[in-house]
């Protein structure tokens, strides 16, 4: 998110029309251009320190229990990180953001990885001499000796560089002065470009913005690159040919996606990305489908830029198509218009055509593989989303996601995510389990049916709308869709009753209350034909709040139902209470009747609930 804000304003500083462009760099006497730049320095400019501090986080977060152990290990990498830069960038000499922006992502990697470890390894000697449970004073106290070991080792190495290459001035200069040597050997010869084009494609798939890599390389006007040599590859080249839609030519991913894939979030992110992508910024599709990380997609995202930057390379070099003439094209300007800004002729939008369709080309296949893999993937976790769910029940336990997977934690997050934009378009499914009387069915219970990209869903997983605060307005849309379909069942037959499933906890919620009883009331159906439905629940032993709720609630002609009986642990207190109007006998007891003891328990409640006037409903019939 940092970066695409960073991009945004770039975009907007280099608006693709020049009046515009114009416009923005005179506009309040420059000033919004100036807080344009300085939004992109504070997100692009930082680029490398960002990484140093995350990156260096989540490490330790795999190998420390304690945030304050966590932010120190990060704080340590960061600051080795600007002692790699030496005295020389730090004092001034050197401007800093040179070595903090994007471009220094590759060295800010290889400390972050590096630093994390010494110190996670320096301060595994000091927590073994502490107890397993040391106060937050000493955790911190601890992180002082890996920290100082960390700093010195770095300070030491950077003296060392600059003892053994004079000539270099810290550790990133002599990074990168060694990633671009075999550039600076091959020059802007068509294999030159290609392993730009490829190695862009490759720090992409590691979340590194390759383009900033290789920007010094490709924008110097004395580098080899440089456009007013006349050669065909220059940075103009590859942004019109080869960079189509950013990375990867990445508008060919989101014109595959749109036509190949059937995944709904994939086809969700496609629409958030595209109107970025018009200006060729697209770090949405790449992190959000993702393509970062994503095994699948890592043979295309690096064929499909080669291929584009070989055919462009071909047809410019036969004279098929005019080579670039235009050096004032922004990168910003939208695909068909900078092939003809660049070329001066229709011919370059024609060729940036033929390299959409052959890219589109080569990622179907691989959007179609990622669609299977994914409902694979989802199958599976959506098993063990249950199962993990299904062990509390079975332990009767309050229902957390702290104890699966991370990946099945996302699922899950996923999971709510869709209920609760199910919930706001009032898209929920209800199934009616019908009750039978002699052979006739009577009344029916609402049973909600949520479907996860056209999987079912355990039903009580629905639980997990109570992290998101949906019960409330997932129980409104449930009661609205049964009432209405309980007034359409009812225009043939007046006397079907419908009941749905409440939490007494929403019950006791005077606004949600209000609520119910108004649509009720105001719900064209005959009195006394619908109906809620309870579990046992601890809340019910508030005698007096209860006692109030039901009142209101029979006065207005709704009946309660005592849902699952036998199956708490306050059946037979809450048969005092004058609450229900049905007990519904628990499916468990039904199907066991063959048992002798399991039959008498039947027996007994259908007893009991005649005696005390209580309708009976069986389960499992």
């Not at 913005?209 to 490709?218: A, E």
Request: glycine share 6%; net charge neutral.
């Amino acid at each position: 998110p940092v970066f695409l804000i960073g991009a945004c304003a770039q975009t907007v500083q280099h608006f693709p029309i020049a009046a515009v462009r114009i416009f923005i760099e005179n506009a309040l006497n420059g000033r919004l251009y100036d807080a344009l730049e300085a939004i992109y320095q504070a997100t692009f400019g930082f680029a490398a320190v960002y990484l140093v501090f995350v990156l260096s986080f989540f490490i330790a977060a795999s190998h420390m229990r304690y945030l304050e152990e966590r932010i120190c290990a990060a704080v340590s990498s960061t600051a080795c990180y600007f002692a790699f830069l030496g005295p020389e960038v730090l004092s001034g000499e050197h401007s800093l953001l040179s070595y903090t922006s994007m471009a220094n992502v590759f060295p800010a990697l290889l400390i972050a990885l590096l630093f994390t470890r010494l110190f996670l390894f320096t301060y595994g000697f000091t927590r073994r001499r502490v107890g397993n449970h040391p106060s937050a004073f000493m955790r911190s106290m601890m992180t002082v000796r890996p920290i100082a070991v960390c700093v010195l080792a770095t300070a030491i190495a950077e003296e060392l560089i600059n003892i053994i290459i004079p000539d270099i001035c810290n550790f990133n200069d002599l990074i990168l002065r060694f990633l671009s040597r075999p550039f600076e050997k091959l020059g802007a010869t068509y294999l030159g470009g290609l392993l730009v084009v490829v190695m862009e494609s490759v720090l992409w798939m590691f979340g590194i913005r390759g383009g900033n890599v290789f920007d010094n390389l490709l924008t110097s006007e004395t580098g080899a690159f440089a456009f007013s040599h006349g050669q065909i590859a220059t940075k103009q080249f590859l942004d019109t040919y080869a960079l189509l839609g950013g990375c990867g030519t990445a508008v060919c991913l989101l014109i595959a996606a749109f036509l190949f894939a059937g995944n709904p979030n994939k086809r969700k992110v496609c629409r958030m990305a595209a109107w970025p992508m018009l200006f060729n910024i697209n770090e949405i599709l790449i992190f959000g489908y993702p393509v970062v990380l994503n095994p699948v997609y890592l043979v295309p995202f690096i064929l499909v830029p080669a291929a584009a930057y070989s055919i462009a390379y071909l047809a410019t070099m036969f004279g098929i198509v005019p080579q670039i003439t235009n050096a004032a094209v922004q990168w910003t300007t939208p695909v068909l218009i900078s092939g003809y800004q660049a070329t001066g002729s229709i011919l370059g939008s024609i060729l940036q055509l033929v390299i959409i369709a052959m890219g589109v080309a080569i990622y179907a296949p691989f959007v179609r593989l990622e669609d299977r893999i994914a409902a694979e993937n989802e199958d599976r976790l959506l098993r063990e989303l249950t199962d993990f769910f299904r062990d509390y029940e079975q332990r009767s336990e309050r229902f957390t996601l702290e104890g699966p997977n991370p990946a099945v934690s996302a699922f899950a997050a996923n999971l709510t995510e869709a209920l609760t934009a199910a919930v706001a378009a009032g898209d929920i499914p209800l199934n009616y389990q019908p009750q039978i009387r002699s052979e006739r069915i009577v009344a029916a219970e609402a049973l909600l049916r949520f479907r996860y990209n056209g999987k079912s869903v355990y039903p009580p997983l629905v639980v997990l709308a109570r992290r998101e605060n949906l019960f409330d307005p997932l129980t409104r849309v449930i009661v609205r869709r049964a009432l209405s379909d309980l007034q359409s069942i009812q225009r043939t037959n007046p006397e079907f009753k419908l009941a749905v499933n409440i939490p007494i906890d929403l019950l006791l919620d005077i606004t949600f209350r209000t609520w119910l009883l108004d649509m009720v009331g105001r719900s064209d159906i005959t009195p006394y034909s619908f109906g809620v439905e309870l579990t046992e629940d601890a809340k019910m032993s508030d005698s007096d709040t209860v006692s109030t709720v039901f009142a209101e609630m029979k006065a207005l002609g709704i009946v309660v139902l005592m849902d699952d009986f036998s199956m708490g642990h306050t059946s037979i207190t809450l048969l005092q209470k004058n609450y229900f109007d049905y007990i519904k006998i628990d499916g468990s007891l039904i199907r066991d009747l063959k048992n002798e003891r399991s039959r008498s328990i039947v027996e007994s409640v259908i007893r009991l609930g005649h005696e005390l006037g209580f309708a009976v409903i069986s389960e499992c019939v």
